[in-house]
């Protein structure tokens, strides 16, 4: 089965960067997209990015546009997510998930399988 876990989360000061990835076993081609979402303590799930492992097509939640980048690595069988200029608000335990959509939207309930999550801490 999909087994996706993530990596690289930690504490760091307004401002700051971090970047997290996400491995991946027993990926296939029809689990065309990959995103990150994340969830704060009392806040709805939202999703972050993602990234179509065809096309390479990436959208973003507007609340981090021109501040994260999601990619692919290690023949698309890792996924990133690049966070710069960090805010508090960005604060929440992050998710990698994966779906075989036809195409790739931000839509939590579509997507199949969930690695445990990375917690990211941003002070002020």
């Known amino acids: 089965q999909v087994q996706l876990v993530e990596s690289g989360g930690g504490s760091v000061q307004a401002g700051g960067s971090l970047r997290l990835s996400c491995a991946t076993s027993?990926?296939?081609?029809?689990?065309?997209?990959m995103a990150w979402f994340r969830q704060a303590p009392g806040k709805e799930r939202e999703g972050v990015a993602v990234?179509?492992?065809?096309?390479?097509?990436?959208n973003y939640a507007d609340s981090v546009k021109g501040r994260f980048t999601i990619s692919l690595d290690n023949a698309k069988n890792t996924v990133s997510l690049q966070m710069n200029s960090l805010k508090p608000e960005d604060t929440a335990m992050y998710y990698c998930?994966?779906?075989?959509?036809?195409?790739?939207?931000?839509?939590?309930?579509?997507?199949?399988?969930w690695g445990q999550g990375t917690q990211v801490t941003v002070s002020s």
């Open positions: 998930a994966a779906a075989a959509n036809n195409w790739c939207d931000r839509v939590g309930s579509r997507y199949n399988y």
């Open positions: 027993r990926l296939t081609y029809s689990d065309k997209c």
């Open positions: 990234i179509d492992r065809g096309s390479y097509r990436a």
